[in-house]
């Protein structure tokens, strides 16, 4: 069975520090993996996803995320964090199922 | 398009009471589900279908019931209420074409009383 593994419950850094959220997964077959976003009293919102091909992906506010199959890892990066990216990142995958299982959450706290 | 289309926003119910959670999609996807988010505990799968007329349990169905008569609607019946159904609940539709990627509705913040 798929699970996701997401290290830390909340991760702090300031204005303009690199951001790294880190997630690991299983998964008996090659995963498609994702990254959502989600802000205070909303709903998920896709960040990126990765299929097959490139193992580096880009999203959105300059988010970007590498799978790497040898760690069974998708870590989630940013080179510098703005006041804006506050918020509960969630790292899902799916082995070709119409549904995805869902990592815990990691807050993300960004202080002046 | 106006996307994944949840209601009510927001509900309190007493324990014993039923009710169903509307989800409507005009995307034309083939597959539905819904999640329940608890804190710490990230979202969990209550029910999903891959077309009208096919649904199946996910990780946590017990006191909860689907039905998808129509591509576009998939409500969520809660059978008799308790209060560790106090949650917020996603729906979520999604297609093959997207691999899997899930389309979210707002969210309705349901409170068991």
């Known amino acids: 069975a798929q699970s996701v593994t997401q290290l830390g419950s909340h991760v702090s850094v300031s204005e303009g520090a690199l951001v790294l959220l880190r997630c690991n997964y299983s998964?008996?077959?090659?995963?498609?993996l994702f990254w959502y976003v989600q802000y205070p009293n909303q709903g998920l919102q896709l960040l990126l996803k990765?299929?097959?091909?490139?193992?580096l992906v880009k999203g959105i506010n300059g988010f970007e995320a590498e799978f790497k199959k040898s760690e069974t890892s998708f870590h989630l990066t940013k080179p510098s964090a703005h006041m804006s990216d506050a918020a509960e990142y969630f790292c899902a995958v799916s082995e070709g199922y119409s549904t995805l299982t869902f990592g815990k959450g990691t807050m993300l706290l960004v202080s002046p | 398009n106006a996307g994944v289309t949840q209601t009510p926003k927001f509900q309190v119910l007493k324990t014993g009471q039923s009710m169903t959670l509307q989800c409507a999609q005009d995307?034309?996807?083939?597959?539905m589900s819904w999640y329940r988010q608890d804190p710490g505990m990230g979202l969990r799968l209550i029910h999903y279908s891959v077309g009208a007329g096919i649904t199946d349990q996910g990780e946590v169905p017990n006191g909860y019931n689907v039905s998808r008569s129509t591509t576009e609607d998939f409500p969520l019946r809660l059978l008799s209420a308790a209060p560790s159904q106090t949650s917020v609940y996603f729906c979520?539709?999604?297609?093959?074409?997207?691999?899997?990627?899930?389309?979210f509705g707002p969210g309705t913040r349901l409170t068991v009383t």
């Open positions: 998964s008996s077959v090659p995963p498609y």
């Open positions: 995307m034309n996807h083939e597959y």
């Open positions: 979520a539709s999604s297609y093959y074409r997207s691999h899997y990627e899930q389309y």
């Open positions: 990765y299929t097959t091909g490139a193992t």
